[in-house]
């Protein structure tokens, strides 16, 4: 039985932050943590106190993930950001409600004795001799203790209590990872049993010792368990300081989902009925198991359902039969073409999360030319006069003052000179969309055509393949390209401005000019023309788009989300000569731009560069973030590697932003997932000087001092399929629905359904319903029984104790 833990975050907004600036405002941005390690950096909100963020990850977790820390400080372009405040959420904070948490929590100061990270590693012993009990305490080592210096190192040294006697280590120079290997000796005092606590604190030759962490043992674990091994640092106990609301507040959305993910076998029944609802003949549609489902998930839970079901029938070769059935089954109750998809219903948001895990490359091909060049050139556009602003544009060489006439035709010269490669590249595209989504909307039109046949619905079969592809698909990521892996920051203000006008024409563009002239938008009127244009250009390209033959095999073999071959990130990096002997730091690293695919790591000087260098990705054994102080840089990663002779081999690689950082470190870790042989222990700092600059081992070939972090990656469309982990999460949602499935469909006899048959097929209907239901009621006492032994076989395996090495 495999165990899968993952957190579902979302910073929304925050409220009443303290000013910051002489200007009396703040540039908020907030750093997400998952115990030591830093796994998100929103965007910075400029010059507000009540900043919106309204970011969302998702981190697939360890499973002795601890807790969750959110950090909100002012950035300054000059000097240190200031800290306003931090929240810190436990896991069983977390997992009190299950549906999570979902509320503002006031920020509390940061206590630097409470900020304490990393572990200690002891071995305990009692012995008894003629002159009564001792307790020996073999300290070790420590690991990824917090920097209490201003060169990012501590001073650390251990300080051992039991009852009224103490003992300390030597101190430990400029590191993190200090290595004692020091046995202290304390005699038993009389009087009651007395636990053991071990601190370690930061030496400082001036001023007082800064706390590191503490950890403590009760008499009797130190009687029947004595400690051995390594175990996490924890705070002085005290209770938290609540601010009272004078550091503002944050609206967050956390929700941990951990599953026990059985053998595959133990799912199959689920998957098969899940199949026969697609398979089936189109007259049982709404007596499926599937149908059943559906009309059990609730509103906020349908996206995560979509994405697993289309990740689940996606690896079964069905994922067009799956989307078909839902089209038939949403087309059927829909009366007024106008309101065709419209809604998040499940069909909706399936065709969404579709698009997304099989054509994130190819928007990426489509639209990253014109994106990254709105990012660079930045350029000021704006054709409502109720925004515009006159005195940032005198940067346009106007004669005279800038009128408003002026601002409006230089914008629509800017906008249109960007609409133009984006509906170029659009509507050039054909030849590049996957044949998946290809086939997938040749069937929606199929069935749109089949149920809105009159000639005053002709345009209907096109909007309903547009209402995807444009307002789901390339309008939302032209607003937000960050969130669908454009860019690695959000825009700044006049730059997001830009995008939401583009993309607000990209939507009009998509609803065929249907809503030109209406609403309140008229201020867009400049832009008609251009607009009216291009709709003949997309009507012939969705034409095209659907022209494909063939159709996916029923019960095809699995497949993986994204083939071997496509490169699923890339960019310029600088990485570090293999032995610049000699070299400053800052001439050892090299600009280079780097591919990452299923099968390998290559580099080259450029794009085009023809040379390339490449690691294969199944030579990897670990992708860690190194400590700034190695090379006196922020933002470098480690990629080891293992050559088919058995070396060893580590590239530096640094990225630009703590983001771009964390996405290369996750689409790594993620592409060298299957490996064997991971390491479960690495140096965060570079071997210089004859020395490791994190734990200062003379040795190369030393172990490594700090953990591994393999397991935290950040979820994103191409997270590898996983059917058992997949049907585990319907399993799930079912549960949640057993008891309106139990009395909608069994319980009730008096029950009346809305069906789309006649009503004299009512009766049949009713029965395929209420035998559907039994199947799935069936299906789930048999997964819970299942769940219920290997838990109890767990829990006869369960020996508690330290922390995994």
């Not at 909100?72 to 009190?96: F, N, P, W, Y």
């Not at 989307?323 to 089954?329: E, K, V």
């Amino acid at each position: 039985m495999a165990k899968s833990s993952s957190l579902n975050v979302r910073v929304v907004e925050g409220r009443a932050l303290p000013a910051k600036d002489v200007s009396g405002s703040s540039d908020p941005y907030c750093i997400v943590k998952v115990d030591d390690e830093v796994v998100a950096r929103t965007a910075t909100i400029w010059r507000s106190l009540s900043p919106f963020w309204g970011e969302e990850y998702t981190v697939h977790l360890p499973l002795d993930f601890h807790h969750l820390a959110f950090y909100v400080l002012d950035e300054d372009t000059v000097g240190h950001d200031d800290i306003i405040g931090k929240i810190s959420l436990s896991r069983e904070a977390i997992t009190a409600d299950p549906r999570g948490i979902d509320s503002w929590i006031n920020l509390s100061r940061v206590d630097p004795d409470a900020e304490v990270q990393g572990e200690v590693c002891l071995a305990v012993q009692m012995l008894e001799d003629v002159r009564g009990r001792c307790l020996r305490c073999h300290v070790l080592q420590a690991r990824d203790l917090a920097p209490r210096d201003i060169s990012g190192t501590s001073d650390p040294f251990a300080r051992v209590f039991w009852g009224s006697q103490s003992l300390e280590t030597s101190t430990i120079k400029k590191t993190r990872f200090p290595h004692w290997d020091e046995v202290l000796e304390l005699r038993e005092m009389p009087g009651s049993p007395s636990p053991l606590r071990v601190e370690l604190w930061d030496w400082d030759m001036v001023g007082k010792n800064d706390f590191l962490g503490m950890v403590e043992f009760p008499p009797q674990v130190l009687q029947h368990n004595p400690p051995n091994g390594w175990f996490r640092l924890q705070p002085f106990p005290r209770a938290e300081e609540d601010s009272g609301g004078s550091l503002g507040a944050l609206r967050l959305k956390v929700r941990l989902t951990e599953d026990c993910v059985l053998p595959s076998q133990y799912y199959q029944p689920l998957r098969e009925l899940l199949m026969e609802s697609v398979l089936g003949p189109a007259e049982e549609d709404a007596a499926s198991p599937l149908a059943v489902l559906e009309e059990l998930t609730s509103g906020d839970c349908r996206q995560e359902l979509a994405t697993k079901l289309v990740k689940l029938f996606l690896g079964q070769g069905l994922t067009g039969p799956f989307l078909d059935y839902l089209t038939r089954r949403e087309v059927a109750r829909t009366t007024d073409p106008n309101t065709l998809f419209r809604s998040n219903s499940l069909a909706s948001k399936s065709m969404e999360q579709f698009m997304k895990l099989v054509g994130m490359p190819y928007l990426h091909e489509v639209l990253r030319p014109v994106v990254s060049r709105v990012f660079e050139e930045r350029k000021y556009m704006e054709l409502d006069p109720c925004k515009m602003d006159l005195g940032r544009t005198r940067r346009i060489s106007f004669k005279g003052a800038p009128s408003e006439e002026h601002v409006r035709e230089a914008s629509l010269g800017l906008l249109t000179g960007y609409l133009g490669p984006i509906v170029d590249a659009i509507v050039g595209s054909v030849g590049r969309c996957p044949p998946a989504m290809r086939l997938a909307f040749k069937q929606l039109r199929q069935r749109v055509e089949e149920r809105f046949p009159q000639v005053e619905h002709e345009d209907v079969k096109y909007l309903a393949i547009s209402g995807f592809l444009f307002l789901r698909f390339f309008a939302p990521a032209i607003l937000t390209p960050k969130l669908f892996d454009l860019r690695d920051q959000h825009a700044d203000p006049q730059t997001s401005r830009s995008l939401l006008l583009l993309a607000k024409a990209v939507q009009s563009i998509g609803n065929l000019g249907q809503q030109l002239g209406q609403g309140k938008e008229l201020w867009m009127a400049p832009l008609h023309p251009f607009l009216l244009q291009s709709i003949s250009r997309v009507r012939d390209f969705l034409d095209q788009l659907v022209d494909v033959d063939g159709k996916e095999e029923a019960g095809g073999p699995a497949r993986a989300l994204v083939p071997p071959s496509v490169t699923v990130r890339e960019g310029y990096l600088l990485k570090r000569k293999e032995e610049p002997a000699g070299l400053a730091t800052r001439f050892a690293f090299k600009k280079r731009y780097f591919r990452l695919s299923g099968e390998t790591l290559s580099y080259s000087k450029s794009p085009e560069w023809q040379m390339r260098s490449s690691i294969p990705v199944s030579h990897i054994r670990a992708v860690e973030r190194v400590d700034e102080g190695a090379f006196q840089l922020p933002h470098v990663m480690q990629v080891v590697t293992q050559d088919g002779a058995g070396a060893m081999h580590t590239s530096y690689l640094q990225c630009k932003n703590v983001n771009e950082l964390n996405q290369w470190v996750s689409a790594l870790r993620k592409a060298s997932a299957p490996n064997p042989d991971k390491l479960a222990s690495c140096h965060p700092g570079a071997f210089r000087s004859g020395h490791w600059t994190c734990c200062l081992q003379a040795e190369r070939s030393a172990s490594g001092c700090s953990r591994t972090h393999s397991a935290v990656t950040l979820g994103d469309w191409s997270d590898p399929l996983d059917p058992d982990a997949e049907t585990q999460m319907v399993y799930r949602q079912l549960l949640l629905g057993r008891d309106r499935l139990r009395m909608k469909f069994l319980e009730d006899s008096n029950m009346h359904t809305t069906l789309e048959a006649d009503s004299g097929a009512c009766t049949d209907a009713l029965a395929r319903q209420r035998e559907a239901a039994a199947r799935l009621l069936e299906v789930l006492t048999d997964l819970d029984q299942a769940h219920e032994e290997f838990q109890q076989q767990e829990q006869g395996k369960v020996v508690w104790g330290p922390l995994r090495p």
